[in-house]
């Protein structure tokens, strides 16, 4: 059975930094294509940014384009979120996704595999 852990959300002021991260068992992220979403209530899960399975391609929406730095550690099996300049309109559960895609799928209902979701709240 498929489990992504996720850590590392939490609160901090605007213009502060987060790191989320996303683990699984050895070697998953050898042959998952994996995402970032973020959901507010009342809305649906938004793409934020994505990693190939060979970790050589990045995607991130525009609006963290700059702020956000999706990598991987493959030693721990981790994949991270590093969120840095964070605004109130950060606020929102974020989610890891992997799916068995060669590319970044922006569309959650694509992903086969979540993570539980963690709280990043953003306050002025």
């Known amino acids: 059975q498929v489990q992504l852990r996720e850590s590392g959300g939490g609160w901090v002021q605007a213009g502060g930094s987060l790191r989320l991260a996303c683990a699984a068992s050895?070697?998953?992220?050898?042959?998952?294509?994996m995402a970032w979403f973020r959901q507010t209530p009342g809305k649906e899960r938004e793409f934020v940014a994505g990693l190939s399975k060979n970790a050589g391609v990045t995607l991130y929406t525009n609006s963290v384009k700059g702020r956000f730095t999706v990598s991987r550690e493959n030693a721990k099996n981790t994949v991270y979120l590093e969120m840095n300049n964070l605004r109130p309109e950060d606020t929102a559960v974020y989610y890891c996704?992997?799916?068995?895609?060669?590319?970044?799928?922006?569309?959650?209902?694509?992903?086969?595999?979540w993570g539980q979701g963690t709280q990043v709240t953003v306050s002025l």
């Open positions: 996704a992997a799916d068995a895609y060669p590319v970044i799928v922006k569309v959650a209902d694509r992903y086969s595999y």
């Open positions: 050895e070697g998953f992220w050898f042959d998952h294509t």
